[in-house]
């Protein structure tokens, strides 16, 4: 994959991400590839709130979109860490299928999610149950 025109290289945490119009690349074997925003990156409102769920947990409101959670400050959102209890309906690409002591769960990044039924939609959704030691890995 080619780098956009005009992309701006971020630096997260000692990597660098590839940036241009709302999408974060990363550089892998001598090859580009589409990722998910680092956590802590800024994103204009206007490129993501279209696509954008509000989800509220603990009294604090996240808004997820395309396997991110986000924060709103003023007319932005910065990607954080997905928020434990947070249940979504579908597991965000590349998640990765683990079976731990007699359960299914799902790793994406750093995030495990559980399958549970959710009573309300009447359907299986996914929750986030745990979480990694490095909040600022995304691969």
Request: proline content about 5%.
């Amino acid at each position: 994959m080619n780098l956009p025109r005009g992309f701006k290289i971020k630096r997260y945490s000692g990597i660098d991400y590839y940036y241009s119009e709302g999408r974060y690349y990363r550089r892998h074997n001598g090859h580009y590839y589409l990722c998910r925003p680092p956590f802590g990156a800024v994103i204009a409102g206007a490129i993501v709130e279209s696509v954008l769920n509000a989800i509220i947990i603990n009294n604090q409101t996240y808004y997820y979109g395309d396997g991110t959670f986000y924060i709103r400050t003023g007319g932005n959102y910065r990607a954080v860490q997905p928020p434990i209890g947070a249940r979504i309906a579908e597991l965000p690409y590349g998640a990765q299928e683990l079976y731990l002591n007699g359960e299914y769960y799902y790793q994406v990044d750093d995030t495990y999610y559980m399958p549970v039924y959710d009573s309300i939609l009447r359907q299986e959704v996914y929750e986030v149950v745990g979480k990694g030691s490095n909040g600022y890995s995304r691969n």
